[in-house]
């Protein structure tokens, strides 16, 4: 096993004997993913590769592994939330959730709750990219993640094929990227907002596409210190009253959605080197807060801890 910086790891069962390298393997799963029971239909057999990679707030897995099957029971409430968009690129997935059984082919997503159980079968050698994303975060780009849940999504739709290209390229190239690794986290969620809209028998209305409008507008305009729902609404020509309906109806509120995007945008900054030398108060400015102090309180009850506080603790 081989770990790298900024939490990325790097294992292959080779040279390992078969039970000892699939207790490694579910050891890792549960770690990096949520946990699950692994079971192989030929221990003396099992050979896998993995490699891990923190993105921002995501985290992203690369991996090949033997025949197998797994069981991911309810997830304890104390868990934070989180989702998984397993990528299937080899071997299809027998997927079973709520009851309801279906296949996960070659070329396809699919978004898996943490807080479910769920089981999958791969009957072959398989390959897999697993994006692990935290439930807050995911929620910035989708309102109601729920509504997706457990739909396979092809990769060769029309956002399905970037989508499925750019996890791809992060999983093979992110220890060269140019870029911050929040600012590849802050790609991948519009990509995925833009794939889940072509799932067959996906919701389609007027109003939630309307919602997801103006969930984007919000995350566009968040540097506004003066954003309101009056804004919103007249650049999307609706009334104000209509907007907080529509907003309300995919789960969301202005206010909400709003505190959400800048407390994370005001996160990524504090934990990019890039950033170091700026000061709290231009932080606070820079993600729609003119008052230092009270960016501070907000910060403080969305983290656990004040803005200084976390930039000293990641710099650690």
């Known amino acids: 096993m081989r770990r790298t910086g900024l939490s990325d790891l790097a294992w292959s069962s080779e040279g390992m004997p078969p039970p000892e390298a699939l207790r490694r393997w579910q050891a890792l799963a549960c770690e990096a993913i949520t946990p699950m029971e692994i079971r192989t239909p030929a221990p003396d057999q099992f050979a896998a590769r993995w490699t891990s990679h923190a993105v921002g707030p995501l985290r992203l897995v690369a991996l090949t592994a033997s025949p197998l099957s797994l069981a991911h029971p309810a997830q304890q409430s104390s868990r934070p939330q989180s989702f998984q968009l397993v990528y299937c690129r080899r071997t ?129 305009r968040l540097t506004e210190p003066d954003l309101s729902p009056g804004d919103i609404a007249a650049e999307m020509g609706v009334s104000r009253r209509y907007l907080h309906a529509i907003l309300t109806e995919a789960g969301a509120t202005f206010t909400g959605a709003l505190a959400l995007v800048r407390l994370e945008l005001a996160r990524q900054l504090l934990c990019d080197r890039r950033h170091d030398r700026d000061q709290i108060a231009e932080i606070a400015w820079r993600c729609g807060y003119p008052d230092p102090a009270y960016f501070s309180r907000v910060f403080r009850r969305r983290f656990g801890m004040g803005p200084r506080a976390w930039r000293d603790a990641n710099r650690g």
């Open 92 to 220: 299809p997935m027998v997927t079973r959730v709520g009851g309801r059984q279906f296949r996960v082919e070659a070329g396809q997503f699919v978004l898996l709750d943490n807080a479910q159980p769920y089981d999958m079968r791969m009957d072959g050698p398989h390959q897999a990219v697993d994006l692990v994303m935290p439930g807050p975060w995911l929620e910035r780009w989708l309102a109601d993640p729920g509504r997706w849940l457990a739909r396979p999504m092809s990769a060769c739709s029309r956002w399905g094929s970037p989508l499925g290209a750019f996890l791809t390229t992060m999983a093979e190239e992110i220890g060269s990227a140019a870029l911050a690794r929040g600012m590849l986290a802050d790609q991948m969620g519009p990509l995925l907002a833009l794939a889940v809209e072509e799932v067959p028998g996906g919701p389609t209305s007027h109003k939630a596409r309307l919602a997801a409008r103006a969930l984007q507008l919000i995350r566009e």
